[in-house]
């Protein structure tokens, strides 16, 4: 090591220790790790400090595994059991060491999210509700952080655990929505906006599933085109025809192509007939009854779904924004 010079000891100490830990080594990369967290050269310089918190928290983290294996062991263990004491205080120390690491890491401006979320699963573990949270919002919040989708996913998991109310959970799902519109959560989000008696929330809840669907991720995503047929209708039925205007007039020279082809209702029908009734359905009611998709799906003969071909049929011909009532 010292044939490499000092200058980088603690940067190619900390690659030394994750090539350990990735290869199983963690007793080996424990020791890397406190021989490098201990070094100094010179004049402690900025990106020296990083680097050895850095040290720290990884040493942290390998003592967050300890923590976790022996939680798991104390979840064996019947609380009368004198072993259930010791095990008890062993977690104590291994999860107040470990708090030390990490804690002066997750204050630098970063993307730690392996950490944060090790050491607030710690915190709620011990009933640390308050200080668990004000990690998370920290994280979230602090303009000092760079944007980072996962940092407002686990502050909306840790409020949804806490059974927050449904305007947090909405507040924190929004910023997600702005920076991941495409993210699973969003057809939570769309649930959450759905329940809301704001009729702002209302709006924002049609926009969202459109925008799900903006990607070709969820293209087949059904339960997306579900949410999106049933709350078309009930907007339009609602009387509220200019707010699907204002989202199909930025799509509507795109998304024919892209999901409502004749192509695509062939195969559609073919691979799901229940994504292919959903999307007729969605099709129908952005371009009208002369659709290519909407009448592929229509006269299909199926007797399971023939009803369902039927409420469709009605539901295109009543509240189509294409030629409504015809």
Sequence with gaps: MKNIGVMNYLKISLQHALYLLHHGMLEDANRNLSQAETWRYGEKSSSQEVLINLIQAYKGLLQ??????????????????????????????????????????????????????????????????????????????????????????????????????????????????????????????????????????????????????????????????????????????????????????SRKNWWPSFHFSYFLAKSDWKEDKALACEKALVAGLLLGKGCRYFRNISKQDHQVLKKKIKQMKKSVKKYSIVNPGL
């Design 64 to 249: 967050y595994y300890i923590w976790s294996k022996k939680k798991m062991e104390l979840s064996q263990l019947d609380e009368d059991d004198y072993a259930y004491n010791t095990a008890s205080q062993n977690m104590l120390n291994h999860s107040w060491k470990t708090s030390i690491n990490l804690c002066a890491l997750i204050q630098i401006p970063g993307v730690w999210d392996p950490f944060v979320k090790s050491y607030v699963e710690m915190l709620e573990f011990y009933g640390d509700q308050d200080g668990a949270r004000e990690v998370l919002t920290n994280y979230a919040y602090d303009e000092k952080f760079p944007s980072n989708p996962n940092a407002h996913i686990y502050l909306y998991n840790f409020l949804k655990r806490e059974k927050a109310p449904r305007e947090k959970l909405i507040s924190v799902l929004k910023i997600l929505y702005q920076i991941v519109p495409s993210h699973k959560l969003m057809l939570e989000f769309h649930r959450l906006l759905r329940k809301s008696e704001n009729e702002e929330h209302h709006k924002l809840g049609l926009e969202v599933l459109f925008g799900v669907l903006d990607f070709a991720g969820c293209t087949k995503n059904i339960t997306a085109w579900k949410y999106l047929a049933k709350y078309l209708r009930q907007t339009l039925m609602g009387s509220h025809l200019a707010w699907v205007q204002e989202e199909w007039n």
